[in-house]
């Protein structure tokens, strides 16, 4: 152990300093992975010129420890104990250095402060022309997005295209949530504002940003909220114009019955290939015949879903399903996660959460199949009807 008054061992003092290097390049290494949640990786404006602040902040944090460390590590050496030194000169005050040290870190203040408060400003709502208007209503614990110029509904991933403004109006049915994509932007809070008294308008809050980058999104809950906050994800798939108006239709209206058609539509594509010339230079190709068999399972899952209380809650677009206070599953079998981004989209994972949500996220207001959740009681549903059910969903694309 090293005692105030020894003589700095050179040695030891190598070793601390070879043990630093090694470990900020490892810290270097790591941000090489794949971090869906990086909030230096921006792929909006508004992550961008939060990202810019930060980076502005870093280097004058880093001037700082630079300073203080050359500073500090001179004193250690040069005014280090040694054997019989006499006693240091005694200093009470000194006017150069006292004025130096409030000048300098208020001028470092200004500094920061200065470009803050832009960012602060410039990432205020706007009313962006042309943007795509989104609302976000936060529930313990998923999210809900609607399109109020469509009336579309979806939950827990979210489209919007790329290269468009798109305005993220926020609110909660319940506590205050916050919305935060890291690589878009955020964090800002979802505020209950649809449960304040009759005749008073409701304030939202809002994040304008332009996504700039094709991709999917993690996005979190940033406001703790309950016991399941931190399992409170969701995605936002931002893509090209195309695929979200197409994104869009299919919302609209979904494929939600899978019906057979004939395994043979590689002799119709033939027959169509072979119609009358029309002359065009254009070779005539028939368009792809979606084969989807029926499955007797996704047929049974169908029909229990359809005859259960999940209609109470759910949504599914063109059927009977018409609730609105659980999340919309219609094209659900599109999305990569289910139990707002928690769980990986498979027909596995959805079994589990139908059989017993809470214990995939504790607080969750599904009832399971032999545990009540929220004010509805246990579903009863055998392990064999959770089944049916988990592949119908699943085939909801
Ligand atoms: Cu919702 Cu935390």
């Not at 962006?128 to 529930?139: F, K, N, R, Y």
């Not at 205050?176 to 800002?188: D, N, Q, T």
């Not at 940033?222 to 931190?230: N, Q, R, T």
């Not at 209206?253 to 290939?273: I, L, Q, W």
Request: hydrophobic letters at 45%; one cysteine or more.
């Amino acid at each position: 152990m090293i005692r105030v008054s020894d003589p700095i061992d050179m040695k030891s003092l190598r070793s601390l300093l070879g043990t630093l290097v090694v470990a900020l390049l490892t810290a270097g290494c790591s941000l090489e992975g794949d971090y869906p949640q990086s909030s230096v990786a921006p792929a909006s404006d508004f992550a961008q010129v939060i990202h810019e602040l930060y980076v502005d902040i870093f280097w004058w944090t880093l001037l700082i420890l630079v300073v203080v460390w050359v500073v500090l590590a001179y004193i250690l050496i040069r005014f280090r104990a040694r054997p019989d030194s006499p006693k240091p000169k005694q200093i009470h005050g000194h006017m150069g250095l006292e004025i130096a040290w409030t000048i300098a870190p208020a001028i470092i203040v200004v500094a920061i402060t200065v470009p803050t408060i832009q960012t602060v400003f410039s990432t205020q709502p706007s009313d962006p022309e042309g943007a795509l208007v989104v609302d976000v209503i936060g529930h313990l614990y998923w999210w809900e997005f609607r399109y109020p110029d469509t009336g579309l509904i979806t939950a827990n991933e979210v489209h919007v295209p790329v290269d468009r403004p798109v305005s993220f109006r926020l609110s909660s049915d319940d506590v205050i949530h916050s919305f935060w994509v890291p690589m878009l932007g955020g964090k800002r809070d979802a505020n209950p504002i649809r449960v304040r008294p009759e005749g008073v308008d409701p304030t939202y809050s809002w994040i304008h940003m332009t996504p700039n980058q094709v991709g999917t999104f993690w996005g979190q809950c940033a406001e703790f909220c309950g016991e399941s906050h931190s399992l409170m994800g969701f995605r936002v798939v931002v893509e090209s114009e195309e695929d979200f108006a197409a994104w869009q239709a299919d919302l609209a209206e979904p494929v939600v019955a899978p019906t057979a058609t004939a395994e043979a539509s590689a002799d119709d594509a033939e027959v169509d290939a072979d119609a009358p010339d029309t002359g065009d230079a254009q070779e005539t190709v028939a368009p792809p015949v979606q084969t989807v068999a029926i499955d007797p399972l996704i047929e049974q899952g169908r029909e229990l879903f359809h005859q259960q209380t999940c209609v109470a809650c759910h949504y599914i677009e063109g059927t009977n399903a018409q609730g609105l206070i659980a999340p919309n599953l219609t094209l659900l079998g599109r999305r990569s996660t289910i139990a707002a981004g928690m769980l990986e989209n498979t027909i596995e994972n959805l079994e589990a959460w139908i059989k017993a949500p809470q214990d995939i996220k504790p607080g969750a207001l599904m009832p399971g199949s032999a545990v009540a959740g929220g004010n509805w009681p246990a579903t009863n549903l055998t392990d064999d009807q959770v089944s049916a059910i988990a592949a119908y969903l699943h085939s909801l694309r």
